[in-house]
């Protein structure tokens, strides 16, 4: 399935679990426009697939992704204020997709993640670290603003004054210092990174994708609409869900005192749920 890709590699496992790598290590993973493309490949599978129910995004090599190509913003008519306003637009038009993704999004990040770079890994649900990661806001370090939803994802995930010091100084900050600020899942070995994201996708894909994907859309709107609106889109959802055969089937189970469809609780360090 990696073989129409150019800059990453994309695979879906038994388990419905996808792993897209960016596949630049000589690059640093940097988003250059065959890479942009990639994404869209990916996810025009993965929305068009009903069988994906969690996806892992991860980089090969030492960083996750070192983000902008750099080389290329000194092509002056890249640079140009239509040309550069017309490529940013166009990145939103798949970053908005990737954030929306109707199923749980893991970034496994090992090594450097970097403005672009930084940007993806906050679009996922679950951030997993390694114990050498490091992310930056580095725009302002070539005299750059924020750009891909950093400005809409970082004041969410870390509060507005702690943005604000990151997206000032474009310090970076170590895998224990994100965790601190909240914004990591864990923190693992370098080995025991990806099997650590496989279990938790694993685990996650064993849910109703139609109740977490709407879940997502949902929760993602929280701290822009008012009580009235989640109430109305919690209740619509809500309306739905109670058709789907992945809520009939649980029920039915619980009501006959069967191993239930999905309780986490239950599930053992694979992502196997015990009694099966």
């Keep these: 399935m990696s073989d129409a890709y150019t800059d990453a590699t994309f695979n879906i496992g038994d388990n419905g679990v996808a792993l897209f790598t960016m596949n630049r290590p000589d690059l640093l993973n940097a988003l250059t426009d065959e890479m942009a493309a990639d994404y869209v490949r990916m996810l025009d599978t993965v929305q068009s ?9 991860t980089g090969s090599g030492r960083a ?9 913003m000194g092509d002056p008519e890249r640079s140009k204020p239509v040309n550069a306003r017309c490529r940013i637009l166009q990145i939103h038009g798949w970053l ?3 954030h929306n993704l109707d199923c749980p999004v893991i970034a ?40 891909m939803a950093v400005f809409y ?3 969410r995930a870390i509060g507005m004054q702690k943005a ?17 600020m909240d914004l990591l899942f864990g923190i693992y070995g370098q ?3 990806l099997p650590a994201a496989h279990v938790l996708a694993g685990r996650l894909a064993q849910g109703s ?39 009939q089937e649980a029920v039915r189970r619980f009501q006959d005192k069967e191993t239930p469809l999905y309780n986490w609780d239950a599930m053992d360090g694979t992502g196997r749920r015990t009694g099966d």
């Design 49 to 57: 697939n009903d069988a994906v129910k969690a996806l892992i995004i």
């Design 209 to 247: 994708k139609h109740a977490i994907g709407i879940t997502k859309k949902i929760v993602n709107r929280s701290f822009q609409s008012d009580y009235a609106t989640l109430a109305e889109m919690e209740a619509d959802a809500q309306a739905i869900m109670l058709t789907t055969d992945f809520h």
């Design 153 to 155: 994802a970082l004041p």
């Design 191 to 193: 080995e025991d990174l």
């Design 64 to 72: 996750f992704s070192a983000g902008g190509n750099v080389k290329a």
């Design 108 to 147: 496994a990040v090992d090594g450097m993640a970097f403005g672009g770079g930084f940007a993806l890994a906050l679009q996922a649900d679950f951030i997993l670290a390694s114990e050498r990661a490091k992310f930056s806001s580095v725009f302002g370090r070539i005299g750059l603003v924020p750009d």
């Design 96 to 98: 908005e997709r990737l």
């Design 164 to 180: 604000k010091e990151l997206m000032f100084t474009s310090r970076s900050i170590t895998a224990r210092e994100a965790d601190d």
